[in-house]
């Protein structure tokens, strides 16, 4: 007698991070299904194909996510529910952060004929879910996700540790221009929104003095950034802007003694190939939601600023201080400290 396949579908509609920090909640959900299949946006992609647990990825530009959502088309939602419909999952998770709404995904997945379906909601959700789960106040990204996988009948194996994890492919041939051995220094200067990053002088004074304490110092960035690597890493730092996709990058990463970063897509990254991060974090969003997850981290950056919880992509105080407040000194001497085993 025959048992009928379990197929899960989780989606997460968000950008690179969201994804990456969705990963344990992931491998929750494959331990218990036959497969995974994974619903998110485009600027997540490159974090799905990534992580482990995932046999399918349907890629969406959903209406309500991103920085810049597309226009709402009825061929669009036909389109997607029937991409939907042709995945037939018995059970579905919707991933959300806390400031979102399931309930589009929800009615999208309900008219696709997915039987039961789970997500953190707020709001009434009428019958669009079968599981309307309410997430702990202050819980990080990571442990919500979990905490709804778990009450869906998806808990952790007890042998998986919860952190995040990707697969990171061999590079060859290796970056070109990337030191031969590890245990060098990654400064990335970018982030999604202006409102997340330090300032260009001070990164490129950084390189310099991180250099000059004898570390070697590797720039990096994505291809629309080359302008920014090129003006931080100097003469200093080895300057990668551009020349790394989303595998590379966390190879380059894996290799490091440290990162330093702003809150963005490669802290969650260095994270998951358990690389310690200096965490420039602009407290937009709560440090408490949104740190680096399950490794070593020093969080710099004033967390009651002015602009605490507002979710500003552009700075709304003069002067940027919740960031430009720290010093160059700030990072050197937290660069030692993760180097050095000092930081939990």
Not at 4 to 9: P, S
Not at 312 to 324: E, F, I, K, N, S
């Amino acid at each position: 007698m025959s048992t009928a396949l379990v197929r899960t579908l989780v989606a997460r509609l968000d950008s690179f991070g969201d994804v990456l920090l969705s990963g344990p909640a992931i491998r929750a959900v494959a331990a218990h299904s036959d497969s995974v299949v994974l619903l998110c946006g485009p600027r997540g992609e490159p974090a799905a194909r990534l992580l482990p647990g995932v046999d399918e990825v349907l890629v969406w530009d959903a209406p309500w996510a991103g920085f810049e959502p597309p226009q709402v088309t009825r061929r669009g939602i036909d389109r997607i529910v029937d991409q939907l419909s042709r995945a037939a999952a018995d059970t579905a998770l919707v991933l959300t952060s806390f400031h979102q709404s399931p309930l589009p995904t929800a009615l999208l997945l309900r008219m696709a004929g997915v039987g039961r379906i789970a997500a953190d909601s707020v709001d009434y959700p009428g019958s669009l879910l079968d599981l309307r789960h309410q997430r702990a106040e202050h819980a990080h990204e990571v442990r919500a996700a979990l905490q709804l996988a778990a009450a869906a009948g998806f808990a952790l194996p007890p042998e998986d540790d919860g952190r995040l994890r990707v697969k990171v492919p061999p590079v060859e041939p290796p970056v070109a221009g990337l030191p031969g051995s590890p245990g060098y220094v990654v400064l990335h200067p970018g982030a999604s929104v202006p409102a997340r990053q330090w300032s260009t002088e001070r990164c490129a004074q950084a390189v310099q003095a991180l250099s000059a304490e004898g570390h070697r110092v590797v720039v990096t960035g994505g291809p629309g950034e080359r302008e920014l690597t090129a003006a931080v890493a100097g003469r200093q730092g080895i300057d990668l802007g551009g020349r790394t996709d989303h595998g590379q990058l966390a190879a380059v990463l894996a290799g490091a003694n440290a990162l330093v970063c702003g809150n963005t897509g490669p802290a969650h990254l260095a994270a998951a190939v358990g690389t310690p991060v200096v965490s420039l974090f602009a407290p937009v969003v709560p440090a408490e939601r949104w740190a680096p997850y399950g490794i070593p981290t020093v969080l710099l950056g004033d967390q009651d600023a002015p602009c605490a919880g507002s979710r500003a992509r552009q700075c709304p105080v003069p002067g940027h201080p919740c960031l430009d407040t720290v010093t160059v000194g700030d990072v050197v001497a937290a660069v030692d400290k993760l180097c050095s085993g000092g930081a939990t």
